[in-house]
């Protein structure tokens, strides 16, 4: 019963250490894939609202703590995407690999949305920025971060359900 909060805990402090480190060197044209977002969709998936929550909560406070910037705002992205994807637990409800892929770039463009509204907003910024982040910054990133996510939605989706027959 405890090996399951120990392996999400181990996943969570791999990504966060990988993409505070290594991340950067495999960066195509500037693009970086979100280790991050990608873990925490999984375990909002997997576990549900509230748990995807405190744990988005907890990232997004890790991330203020290790990056500059404004302290609570990838805390309040990281809560706000958690409840998000949790609302689609696969024990309530059941959805396709490809519906699955869609949601996993709706986060993405959530968490973003939310980081540019709050940057906009204490800059005095306009919000035209917001839409041209999004199609240079955001979409790119979703899809370079959708190779890696290709690796856990094969496992859980096509090998694991083959394995318990």
């Given at each position: 019963m405890?090996?399951?909060?120990?392996?999400?805990?181990?996943?969570?402090?791999?990504?966060?250490?990988?993409?505070?480190?290594?991340?950067?060197?495999?960066?195509?044209?500037?693009?970086?894939?979100?280790?991050l977002?990608?873990?925490?969709?999984?375990?909002?998936?997997?576990?549900?609202?509230?748990?995807?929550?405190?744990?988005?909560?907890?990232?997004?406070?890790?991330?203020?703590?290790?990056?500059?910037?404004?302290?609570?705002?990838?805390?309040?992205?990281?809560?706000?995407?958690?409840?998000?994807?949790?609302?689609?637990?696969?024990?309530?409800?059941?959805?396709?690999?490809?519906?699955?892929?869609?949601?996993?770039?709706?986060?993405?463009?959530?968490?973003?949305?939310?980081?540019?509204?709050?940057?906009?907003?204490?800059?005095?910024?306009?919000?035209?920025?917001?839409?041209?982040?999004m199609?240079?910054?955001?979409?790119p990133?979703?899809?370079?971060?959708?190779?890696?996510?290709?690796?856990?939605?094969?496992?859980?989706?096509?090998?694991?359900?083959?394995?318990?027959?």
């Amino acid at each position: 019963m405890i090996q399951t909060p120990l392996k999400w805990i181990a996943w969570f402090v791999v990504c966060f250490l990988l993409q505070t480190t290594v991340i950067s060197s495999i960066s195509i044209m500037g693009v970086k894939p979100d280790l991050l977002i990608l873990v925490l969709f999984l375990f909002a998936v997997k576990n549900g609202v509230l748990p995807a929550t405190y744990v988005g909560f907890i990232l997004g406070l890790a991330q203020d703590i290790y990056t500059p910037g404004i302290l609570g705002q990838n805390a309040l992205a990281k809560t706000i995407i958690g409840s998000f994807a949790g609302l689609f637990n696969e024990k309530t409800v059941r959805v396709d690999p490809i519906f699955q892929i869609v949601l996993l770039v709706i986060v993405f463009l959530l968490n973003d949305t939310v980081d540019m509204v709050v940057l906009t907003l204490k800059s005095g910024g306009s919000f035209i920025t917001i839409f041209t982040h999004m199609f240079t910054a955001t979409l790119p990133r979703a899809l370079y971060s959708l190779v890696f996510a290709a690796v856990p939605f094969i496992w859980q989706n096509y090998i694991q359900p083959a394995s318990r027959r």
